[in-house]
C-alpha cells in the first residue's frame, strides 16, 4: 500500500507561483511513475504532468507546458509540481497519483493510476 498526501495549494493571483509536495509512505514510489491530475467543477480529471519510475520521461499537457515543472525527491518520498505563471483557468483541485505499472511508460488516464491523494485546491484569481 502507498498512501499520498498533497500539500500546497491555495489561493494566488493569475501570473503568481505555488508548489504542490506530494509525501508518499508505504512503499517507496521508486519504480512507480508519478503523476499530477487535476478537476475543476464540470470537467474530467485531466493529467497535467507526470513523470516515469525510471525518471527518464516526463509528460506535460500542452496548456501547462513552460509553466509547470514535475520533479521528484527520492531520499524524501515526495513529488512536487512547481506551477508558475498561474491562470484562472490552473483553478481545481490538484491529485497525486502513482502507476505500479509507470516505470518506463506514462499512461494518460486516471484508471491506470492505482494511489490517490486526497487533493488539494488550487484557486488563481485573475
Known amino acids: 500500500q502507498v498512501q499520498l498526501v498533497e500539500s500546497g495549494g491555495g489561493l494566488v493571483q493569475a501570473g503568481g507561483s505555488l508548489r504542490l509536495s506530494c509525501a508518499a509512505s508505504?512503499?517507496?514510489?521508486?519504480?512507480?511513475?508519478m503523476g499530477w491530475f487535476r478537476q475543476a467543477p464540470g470537467k474530467e480529471r485531466e493529467l497535467v504532468a507526470a513523470?516515469?519510475?525510471?525518471?527518464?520521461?516526463?509528460y506535460y499537457a500542452d496548456s501547462v507546458k513552460g509553466r509547470f515543472t514535475i520533479s521528484t525527491d527520492s531520499a524524501k518520498n515526495t513529488v512536487y509540481l512547481q506551477m508558475n505563471s498561474l491562470k484562472p483557468e490552473d483553478t481545481a483541485v490538484y491529485f497525486c497519483?502513482?502507476?505500479?505499472?509507470?516505470?518506463?511508460?506514462?499512461?494518460?488516464?486516471?484508471?491506470?493510476?492505482?494511489?490517490w491523494g486526497q487533493g488539494t485546491q488550487v484557486t488563481v484569481s485573475s
Open positions: 497519483a502513482a502507476d505500479t505499472y509507470g516505470y518506463t511508460y506514462i499512461h494518460h488516464s486516471p484508471n491506470e493510476y492505482d494511489y
Open positions: 513523470i516515469s519510475g525510471s525518471g527518464v520521461t516526463t
Open positions: 508505504g512503499r517507496t514510489f521508486r519504480r512507480y511513475a
